[in-house]
């Protein structure tokens, strides 16, 4: 191998942070296909992949270090301004992405899987019985074959029922844009009363359950935090 293909390797091994692509190193045609499958599928899905990533960390941030700190810092009214920004934040993301694409929260994506989840199973599923690269995309791939298959079992079982189980848990789990933008199932344009309905909702379960969930760990982390900024 030349330099840039031991580099290529190296840097191979030190994402995969698995002993068995060690084996990998004697299979050269192993690694090629792995960096075609890569380039293809970043090509394919980077702006949603960038967009999950960049998403899923902000609200992290929101919800957890400043959310906290600011109620440990100003109490109930550090709440309710919390509150407050969280309802125009989401709103402004509605607002802005009501014509724009959404594919970046992810779970707009499993309309389009429902009526092919069987032949998803079965190729995921038939992994294993591949050589030593499909098996590693098998263990790679189970923490989101879970979630996936998890989430379209639940709406193909209960068609009637999915929004309603979506309303409840999407909140919780994401924040009322993600609730709001999924029960949209799509469709782009201007708002209608509904769409304001399903948010108005999603707020008042997403924000309660954040607000409880917050509330206790402040008071967990509170003697600490009141030890760290004594003077």
């Keep these: 191998m030349d330099n840039i293909d031991t580099l290529l390797l190296f840097t191979i091994l030190f994402l995969s942070n698995g002993a068995f692509i060690i084996f990998l190193i004697f299979r050269e045609e192993y690694i090629k296909k792995f960096l075609i499958n890569i380039t293809t599928f970043w090509e394919k899905w980077w702006r949603a992949l960038v967009g ?5 960390i902000f609200n992290w941030i929101y919800d957890n270090p400043i959310w ?3 109620q440990l810092t100003w109490g109930e009214t550090g709440v309710k301004a919390m509150i407050i920004l969280s309802i125009l934040l989401n709103a402004t993301f509605i607002i802005f992405f009501r014509e724009r694409n959404t594919e970046f929260i992810g779970w707009t994506l499993l309309d389009r899987l429902v009526d092919k989840q069987v032949d998803l199973r079965k190729k995921y599923f038939g992994l294993l019985n ?5 098996k590693c995309k098998f263990i790679w791939g ?9 989430a379209l079992w639940i709406l193909h079982r209960f068609p009637k029922h999915s929004d309603a189980i979506a309303q409840i848990f999407l909140p919780i789990i994401e924040d009322p844009f993600v609730a709001t933008e999924y029960l949209r199932h799509g469709r782009k344009g201007r708002l209608r009363s509904k769409d304001w309905l399903v948010f108005s909702i ?5 924000l309660s359950y954040w607000t409880v969930r917050n509330t206790v760990l402040s008071e967990i982390i509170r003697p600490v935090f009141e030890l760290a ?3």
């Design 68 to 70: 906290i700190s600011v």
């Design 52 to 56: 999950m990533g960049a998403y899923r």
């Design 202 to 206: 999603s707020c008042v379960i997403g």
């Design 229 to 231: 900024t004594a003077p």
């Design 130 to 134: 591949g050589g030593l690269w499909n």
């Design 142 to 150: 189970i923490p989101i074959a879970i979630a996936v298959f998890s």
